[in-house]
């Protein structure tokens, strides 16, 4: 299998889980999430570890100090509602708000 096949099923899969979630019974969103969420937040954390940061913060991938993985990661994390954050500070500062984070 070549990897636009693969990226059509991984594609397809992710569009299924939406789908279960959002527009099932409560009955099938409830299982849907339950079965998926492990998988998803391990199929996340090994993109993750594909982006390894130094000491400094730099991404040992993109070469810089802003990670495009984790970018696009934290933007799509964002809670529903919130306008887009674009920077690092301004994510210190919303897990501040919502008492997360190191000075939490």
Known sequence: MNGIA????????LALVL??????SDELALTVARSETNRLVEAL??????HPLDGLGRCGTC???DCLLRRDIRLVL???GDGPRTSVEEDVL??????????A
């Not at 789908?19 to 099932?24: M, R, Y």
């Open 6 to 13: 693969v990226d059509e099923l991984i594609c397809e899969h």
């Open 19 to 24: 789908i279960g979630v959002t527009d099932g």
């Open 45 to 50: 954390a090994l993109c993750l570890n594909g």
């Open 63 to 65: 070469g810089s100090a």
């Open 78 to 80: 964002r809670p529903v």
């Open 94 to 103: 919303w897990l501040a708000a919502y008492g997360l984070g190191d000075d």
